[in-house]
Structures are given as structure tokens and as C-alpha cells.
């Protein structure tokens, strides 16, 4: 700093120093010190001087505290030829850079302490995204090119277009795609000074996002994030941390790299650390801990997932498995455990493993109860419990108790007979040759594919094989659906990254079956969702007391006014918010849980009013409506794939993903087929006994029968081995996978080496 400095000079004499270095020559202080007033000077203390020798380590302590305690915790060691700064401040010596002192929480980005202060540790920014306000870019500015615009002719619309045309010298008629590319960035993001008023066009872009901050309506955000994608943050690039936290490493791997890795590579990096003496005091235990619990997640079949994987990508049997890992670390004794279908998205080879785990649990003092329908894990139980005899109605009954063996030789136990063999899946006698022409994956890279090119031959079934984590899902549901419904349906989906689909000329519609819920509230039910309900209703409303009464057939709706019960807008049931509690549903006083008013309810076929038939099951509405075609014919195809025991007014929040799948199955099969349909089910055996499978392959190979193509991806080896064609990928999970390991029949697949799916399916046919 300029000055004379005399208070400082005073101040360390009057501290007891005699010596300073100022501006690099050391000063006795007991001279006179002056200093030029308009120069620049340091000045710094002199707190010991010494020579090093033994017995020196008391005094040597002591003048370094004195030293940082003048220094405000840095000291300047010159050892003759130059100077050493030490510190003890989480500051760098040099350009005096600060961050905070490192903790468990700067590591972890839901923590202010950690994470990135742009994202809050999200590692992402919700944007708008061109792709989605722009989804056709065939159309013109004047035809609606961008989507959240629409085809406005509000004047703002057309006087803010024409205005940029003419003062940017471009046709407003022009499709987007023809558009130059600096015209396109001057509508997307805007620019000044677009009239000579200083007026300015604002940009689509920064519009929405203005009007997305400022909306206090929960309906007009979810609108614009119609709009919406998300974006790797731009500060952390993704990586979630504060740059501070990402700079401390752990042999040479930042957090995040390591994250970023697989279980089972991970595990393989910290098998392989070797620790110097000093590391092994610091951190030995924690190294030990971590080793395991990799271990116990790579025995439950996880190994292909990255710790980075956010939680909600995960699937219910993935969630599961982890929790079933933490357990395991816990080596707690005398637990009872319950786990619901853990074999769920296993293949045969990780359901191998995952029984080890089980049983590991079982020897360490536990109970283990499971629900399962996967074949292994009944044969693993030291005791089987067999409910039935039906399902719904007919269900509810232990029908048998003992081991698998016992269970075998039991006469009523449907379970007992698939493990005997007395009932089986069969192997069918030849596999379909197809209508020679194929739908093909060109340059898949999603993920972890390996830029690999797939064909699917059409007029078969096709199963999508390979060990957990090998890219099936994403080959099959992030593709080739989403690609085939962009072009086929005009939808709107982002595929994952493809060079191509070849083969499209061959299909004229895909239909993606899934596990999802036909509804999201209580009024959605099987008898809505398959159409059902309105041939119903136009029933009721032909009858002579409903025609006498002029009662048309939205009387019978409980979705209209009119017919329904108005206390509780025809639900039956009524709604108590409880606000921060979940919402408690109390039976309507009025209706009594019948959803329609009492003079609706006076119309009756065959004695039974519109309430009483959506309370009938499928198995009872089939022979009472066996006399009008367009009705029986529904219910013919609800009770083929299963659901006979199903109530036709049964409310969709009630119903499992594998009933909801079977439920627009059914609603499939009973349209007229054009027999060019892409079918695409992702594990439809989810939650299905041996019985259940029997009837959904039945149904679905009558599918591919009509000539229509089947594609399931599938782990259930009594659905792989009734394929005409199989793709396996793999050979491992994650990084491990994303290639084409078998392609063929079943039959073929055995005689592939490095094929896991054939190996099982070797035993499997033998038998």
C-alpha cells in the first residue's frame, strides 16, 4: 500500500519485534524508518530467525503460531534463497482465491454448500426447445410454423411478422425450414430496434420464458412447458456441483466421475485403490464400507446402473432392489422382509444372483417373504403359499401350502401343475416365416447402443432379449416407437439418437401397449376405455320406459348432466381435501355409491338398472348380453386376455399396470385389423401367473396371426421361447452392453456362445 506506514511500524515495536522486512531488505526497527508517501510498500514482520538443528522444535512451534497469528493465519518462510508462503486459510497463496471449508455436504448437490448456484444442483435448465415450438418446419410463419403461436391472425400476430419481413427482407410465406438460418435466431431470440420507433421485437424465446416467471397460473405453465426440454446447465455442464467441489480429487477421479460410473465398474476402481499409510488412517473404514455396498448392489443386479441415475428413471423393480442392497449392508438379524415380484426386469442370469441375495438374507436370521410368479424363485422357497383358486371373485382362498415339491403333487394348485409339468407353456411346433419384408433401426446410438443397425422382421413375433441394462428399452420404446409415431401418427416425440428408420412403406400404424393407467381419476374405468360404455348406454336408452321418458344416451352418463347424482357429480364417492394429508373419499349420502339419480335408475334391462350392469363382472355381463353383438363382442375379448373377473365399472386408480395392459389389449383386438400393425409391449408378463401368460400369448400371437408384427421386450423365457425371431443384446449392462449379440429363432439362439439368453433357452427346450 502508498504511505509512510508509521502506525504499522508502531504497532509491531510495540508488539515486541524488532526486525522488519519492508520492500525486501530486512530493518532493525530501533532506526528510523521512513518511507517515501506516494510509493507503494510491504511491509512485513520478522518474527524469529533461526538455524535448524535438533532440540529446535518447541521454539520453531512457538514463532510459527506467533507468525500466523500477526499474519492472520499465512506466514513467509525464506530459507537464504527464497521465500515459502504456508497458510492455513482455504485461500490460494497467490491470488487470494477463497472457497468455503470442505464438508460431507460440499459433495452433495441438494445442499446450498454444493451445488451449482446456477442450477441448483439439478445439473440441468428448463428451456424452451426449438424442435418442440417449431415441430413442423414445413409450415410458414403465416401457417402457424411456431406451435405456441398456432395459426393466430390476432393483428399483433400478422403487424409483428410483417413488420420483421420487410425490415429483415424476407418472405413470410417461406416454410421455416427455408427460412436463413439468421432470420430463424431473429425469431426464436429476438432482437432491437425492429422500426425506427425504437420499438423492438421481443423473440419467441424470451417471451415465453418472461411470461413462464411472471404466470401465477398453474394451467398456463403446464401449456408452455408443453414447450419445453431440458438443457445441461451451462455453469456446471451438467456435472450439478459448485467448481469448487468438483476441483477436490480422489486418485485422479473428481466426484462426479466417479459417480458417472457404472456399479460394477466403480466397484472394480475401488478394489483396485491402494492406499499409502497415511490415506489408510483417513480414510480405511470408509473405504471398506464403500466396497461392500458396491458388492451387495452388484449382487442384486444393479451392476449396470451409475450412481448418478436419478431416482425417478429407475423402475419399481430397480427401486426395490436397491432398497433389498441396503438392507443387506445392515446385516440386521430377526427382520422380516417382504418384497413384492423382485425378479421383475430381471434376466434369467441377474435373477440368479438376486436368489443368492435372498437367501444370504435368510441364513443371516431373517424372514423373507415373497411375492412372485417367476418360476426359479418358487423352486428356491423352503415354503409356498398358493392362492386362488381364480383371480378377483374367484380368488381369496389358500388352495395349497407346503414346499415346491409338495405343491407339485397337489391336485388343485394350477401353480403346482406348471412346476410338475402336467400343465405347461408349449413350444410351438414351427416358427412363422414372416411376409419377407423388415422394419429397420439405422445408426442406434441412444444411450449405450453402439451405433448398431437392426432389422425386425415384420409378420412375426419378436422378442427384444439381454441381460439388464443392455439397451433393450431404449432400442425398442425410445427408437424405434418414438421414430415410427412421429412419422406414421404426426406425433410429437424426441427419439433417441438414430442416423434412420427404414422399411416405414411396410407398416401403416404402431401401437405402443403399455403398463401405464387407462385413467387418472375414479370415473375412468374398462367399460369407458373400451368403448363399451357407450353401446350400453345407447341400449338403456332404447328401452320403452326410457323412450317413453325421452330419455336419450347421455342420461345414462355419469359424466352429464341429466341422469347422474348431482350431490356427487355421478363419482359415488366424495372428495374431502385434507390439505397437507393425502384426500380421504367418503361414499355419496345421496346415492348411496349408485352415481345416478333414482329415476335413471328405474330403467332397467333384464332387471338391471345402468349401475347394476357396470358393477357386473366380465364373466357375468358376457352370457346377459350374449343377444347384442356390439356389446358381447367387447366382452368377449376382455375375458380372452384374462380379465373375466374384472368389474366393467371398476375404477382405473384400481387397477395394476399388467390389468391396464391387458385392458387395452382387449380393446385392440376387438378393432378390425388391418394386418399391418407394429405392436410394442415392454415386459407385458409383469404381475402374471403361469396361467395368465398362457392366455396374454394366446391373444397375442392371434395378433400376429392377422399379420400383424409383434414386438416385446421380455425376460420371461416361456414368452421368449413361443418367438418366431429374437434379438439379443448385450453382452452385459450399461457401458458393458449396446450390442447385437444373437439374432434368429430360439432354437438358433443355443447354439451361440456368448449368448446368455441362449444358454437359459438351451435349458429350457430340452426340457
Excluded at 511500524?9 to 522488519?20: C, N, P, S
Excluded at 421386450?713 to 418367438?723: P, Q, R, S, Y
Aim: net charge negative.
Amino acid at each position: 500500500k502508498k504511505g509512510e506506514h508509521r502506525d504499522v511500524i508502531q504497532r509491531i515495536k510495540k508488539d515486541g519485534f524488532v526486525r522488519a522486512r519492508i520492500n525486501g531488505e530486512v530493518i532493525n526497527l530501533d532506526e528510523e524508518v521512513q518511507l517515501a508517501k506516494n510509493k507503494r510498500h510491504n511491509v512485513e514482520v520478522v518474527v524469529d530467525r533461526l538455524v535448524v538443528k535438533e532440540g529446535l522444535q518447541t521454539r520453531l512451534s512457538d514463532s510459527v503460531e506467533t507468525a500466523l497469528a500477526q499474519g492472520e493465519g499465512q506466514i513467509i518462510v525464506h530459507d537464504g534463497t527464497e521465500d515459502h508462503i504456508f497458510s492455513r486459510q482455504l485461500s490460494c497463496t497467490h491470488c487470494g482465491i477463497s472457497i468455503p471449508e470442505i464438508s460431507p455436504r460440499s459433495f452433495s448437490f441438494n445442499s446450498p454448500q454444493g451445488a451449482c448456484s446456477n442450477c441448483d444442483g439439478l445439473g440441468v435448465l428448463l428451456e424452451f426447445d426449438e424442435e418442440l415450438l417449431v415441430p413442423d418446419d414445413r409450415l410458414s410463419l403465416i401457417d402457424g410454423a411456431i406451435a405456441a403461436w398456432g395459426r393466430s391472425r390476432s393483428y399483433w400476430y400478422l403487424e409483428t411478422i410483417h413488420e420483421l419481413a420487410a425490415d429483415y427482407d424476407f418472405d413470410v410465406n417461406l416454410p421455416w425450414a427455408r427460412l436463413p438460418a439468421r432470420i430463424k435466431k431473429l425469431i426464436l431470440q429476438g432482437s432491437e430496434a425492429v422500426r425506427g420507433d425504437g420499438a423492438y421485437f421481443e423473440g419467441v424465446m424470451p417471451n415465453l420464458m418472461r411470461r413462464y416467471h411472471e404466470t401465477k397460473s398453474d394451467e398456463m405453465r403446464v401449456w408452455m412447458e408443453k414447450y419445453m426440454a431440458e438443457h445441461p446447465c451451462p455453469q456446471c455442464g451438467g456435472r450439478r456441483l459448485r467448481p469448487e467441489s468438483l476441483a477436490v480429487l480422489f486418485h485422479e477421479h473428481s466426484i462426479d466421475q466417479l459417480t458417472d460410473k457404472t456399479i460394477r465398474h466403480l466397484d472394480e476402481f475401488f478394489q483396485s485403490v491402494k492406499l499409502e499409510e497415511q490415506e489408510e488412517i483417513i480414510v480405511g473404514r470408509v473405504l471398506k464400507e464403500v466396497r461392500q455396498r458396491l458388492g451387495f448392489l452388484n449382487n442384486v443386479g444393479v451392476g449396470y446402473l451409475t450412481l448418478s441415475r436419478s431416482a425417478g428413471s429407475l423402475s419399481g423393480g430397480e427401486a426395490q432392489r436397491i432398497r433389498l442392497a441396503t438392507q443387506i449392508g445392515s446385516s440386521l438379524m430377526g427382520v422380516l422382509y417382504i418384497l413384492d415380484e423382485p425378479s421383475i426386469g430381471l434376466h434369467q442370469r441377474d435373477n440368479d444372483r438376486l436368489l443368492e441375495t435372498l437367501k444370504n438374507l435368510r441364513d443371516m436370521g431373517n424372514t423373507v417373504i415373497v411375492v412372485e410368479h417367476d418360476e426359479e424363485t418358487i423352486r428356491s422357497a423352503d415354503y409356498v403359499i398358493d392362492l386362488g383358486p381364480g383371480a378377483g371373485v374367484h380368488g381369496g382362498h389358500v388352495v395349497a401350502a407346503g414346499t415346491p415339491g409338495e405343491l407339485e403333487k397337489h391336485p388343485k394348485s394350477i401353480t403346482g401343475k406348471y412346476l410338475s409339468g402336467e400343465r405347461r407353456i408349449y413350444v410351438p411346433e414351427k416358427r412363422r416365416p414372416g411376409n419377407e419384408k423388415n422394419l429397420g433401426v439405422r445408426k442406434a446410438r441412444e444411450n449405450n447402443l453402439q451405433n448398431i443397425d437392426v432389422d425386425f422382421p415384420l409378420g412375426k413375433f419378436i422378442c427384444v432379449t439381454g441381460v439388464s441394462g443392455s439397451g433393450k428399452s431404449t432400442l425398442v420404446n425410445e427408437i424405434l416407437y418414438k421414430a415410427t409415431a412421429n412419422k406414421l401418427h404426426q406425433g410429437r416425440h424426441i427419439p433417441g439418437k438414430h442416423g434412420s428408420i427404414v422399411g416405414l412403406n411396410h407398416v401403416d400404424r404402431v401401437i405402443n401397449i403399455d403398463q401405464e393407467p387407462i385413467g387418472r381419476t375414479p370415473r375412468s374405468n374398462p367399460a369407458t376405455y373400451t368403448g363399451l360404455f357407450t353401446p350400453i348406454r345407447e341400449l338403456f336408452s332404447n328401452l320403452p320406459e326410457a323412450k317413453a321418458r325421452g330419455y336419450k344416451p347421455g342420461r345414462f352418463s355419469f359424466n352429464v348432466h341429466g341422469g347422474r347424482c348431482e350431490n356427487c357429480e355421478g363419482a359415488g364417492i366424495i372428495k374431502i381435501e385434507m390439505h397437507f394429508l393425502p384426500d380421504v373419499y367418503i361414499t355419496c349420502d345421496v346415492c348411496k355409491g349408485r352415481r345416478f339419480n333414482r329415476e335413471t335408475l328405474e330403467v332397467k334391462y333384464k332387471t338391471k338398472n345402468i349401475f347394476d350392469v357396470l358393477e357386473m363382472t366380465v364373466e357375468d355381463a358376457v352370457p346377459f348380453f350374449e343377444n347384442i353383438p356390439v356389446i358381447h363382442r367387447k366382452l368377449q375379448t376382455l375375458a380372452e386376455v384374462g380379465l373375466e373377473y374384472m368389474r366393467l365399472g371398476q375404477a382405473a386408480t384400481t387397477l395394476s399396470g399388467g390389468e391396464a395392459q391387458r385392458v387395452k389389449l382387449s380393446t385392440e383386438l376387438s378393432k378390425r385389423s388391418t394386418g399391418n400393425t407394429l405392436y410394442i409391449l415392454d415386459e407385458p408378463t409383469t404381475g402374471l401367473h403361469f396361467e395368465d401368460i398362457n392366455r396374454l400369448l394366446n391373444v397375442l400371437h392371434s395378433l400376429v396371426e392377422r399379420g400383424n408384427t409383434m414386438v416385446v421386450i421380455e425376460h420371461n423365457l416361456d414368452v421368449i421361447k413361443t418367438a418366431d425371431h429374437i434379438i439379443d443384446l448385450g453382452p452385459e449392462g450399461g457401458d458393458g452392453g449396446g450390442r447385437i449379440i444373437a439374432i434368429g429363432t430360439p432354437e438358433e439362439l443355443t447354439r451361440i456362445s456368448g449368448s446368455h439368453t441362449g444358454a437359459y433357452l438351451k435349458k429350457i427346450l430340452k426340457s
